[in-house]
């Protein structure tokens, strides 16, 4: 076991989970330990509340992610996203679908076989997924989300070639389930710019993945229901200690699912964004109890994928930003 615990040393990995939980020094470009992010806000009106509530608890929101896909937004949903989301200088993030779990395979609802539900079922769909980044990125978003290794890497290529803005962004579904230190650094080799690492990990196996990655770490400091369900929100300064640069990311527990999302469930979405924006004043009032001494962004802030304002939909997505 200690050859291969070497072994692992030589290729610039720890040699085993990082137990006693070593402070990170690596920072985000502005010097910041950690940043702040809303999940699931699922269209302009859900982003127009996290902003509401942001102003009203007096707390900084870097950025906002969706779940339900570029696929299900209209170009004006998509600008309107671009639009508030620019006004603050903040990055909105939308995922790149459709999935095998949507699609008319079986495997993905099966029992054993639900670990494919985040994979792109043939290359027709890859296709799909690539269509969704080449549209959000035609729209002036500069994030998407993706769960699947491939697309990461073909939309690396297209991003070098100039198929995609070369300011384009791609940040890893938790669905991904990358979840230890060899993993996460592949996936940064393939592209990634920021990773989110499954709900359940401890502050060890965290800390041991920090050692491995540059990138930021998305961490979960309460998962959804179906993530797991976890409440960690007295963890967050050892989160915020050992995974710099993280962003720390406050789910709902309790909550109905909202894959895919619309206008018959908008009221409860609203009411879900509502809730994690107090859930991130409770989490940050802890942060600034027990470790005052953190450091997080101001807006605007260096490495964020701010979109781009005023763009007219049908414009290309090329590498000069349109």
Same mark, same amino acid.
């Given at each position: ?157 297209? =991003? !070098? &070639? ?6 384009? /962004? ?6 991904? *389930? @990358?979840?230890? +230190? #060899? ?94 924006? =107090? !859930? &991130? ?6 942060? /600034? ?6 450091? *997080? @962004?101001?807006? +605007? #802030? ?21």
């Amino acid at each position: 076991m200690e050859r291969t615990r070497a072994f692992l040393t030589r290729l610039g990995l720890p040699a085993r989970d990082a137990h006693e939980l070593p402070t990170s020094t690596k920072r985000f470009p502005d010097g910041a330990q950690y940043r702040v992010e809303i999940p699931s806000t699922e269209g302009p009106r859900a982003l127009d509340i996290v902003l509401e509530e942001a102003d009203r608890y007096g707390i900084t929101i870097h950025r906002v992610s969706q779940g339900s896909g570029v696929m299900l937004q209209t170009d004006e949903e998509i600008l309107d996203f671009a639009r508030l989301a620019a006004a603050r200088a903040m990055e909105v993030s939308l995922f790149a679908r459709p999935l095998a779990a949507w699609d008319i395979g079986a495997m993905a609802v099966a029992a054993a076989g639900r670990v494919v539900g985040p994979r792109l079922r043939g290359q027709d769909q890859l296709v799909y997924c690539l269509e969704d980044v080449k549209r959000a990125a035609g729209l002036g978003i500069r994030s998407v989300l993706l769960a699947d290794e491939g697309a990461l890497w073909v939309a690396d290529e297209m =991003r !070098r &070639a100039g198929e995609l803005p070369r300011d384009m /962004q791609f940040k890893i579904s938790v669905m991904m *389930g @990358s979840a230890n +230190p #060899a993993a996460v650094r592949l996936m940064e080799r393939l592209g990634a710019s920021t990773f989110n690492i499954p709900t359940d990990l401890t502050l060890a196996q965290i800390a041991a993945i920090r050692q491995a990655v540059d990138i930021p770490l998305d961490v979960y400091v309460e998962a959804p229901d179906d993530l797991g369900g976890f409440v960690r929100l007295y963890e967050i300064p050892d989160l915020v200690r050992v995974a710099a640069p993280v962003y720390i990311k406050f789910g709902l527990r309790n909550a109905p699912n909202l894959y895919p999302s619309g206008e018959h469930l908008e009221q409860t979405a609203i009411a879900m964004s509502r809730e994690r924006v =107090r !859930r &991130a004043r409770l989490g940050l009032d802890l942060l /600034q109890r027990y470790y005052p001494e953190a450091a *997080g @962004s101001r807006l +605007p #802030a260096p490495g964020l994928a701010v979109p781009l304002a005023g763009v007219t939909a049908g414009e290309p997505a090329g590498s000069d930003g349109a």
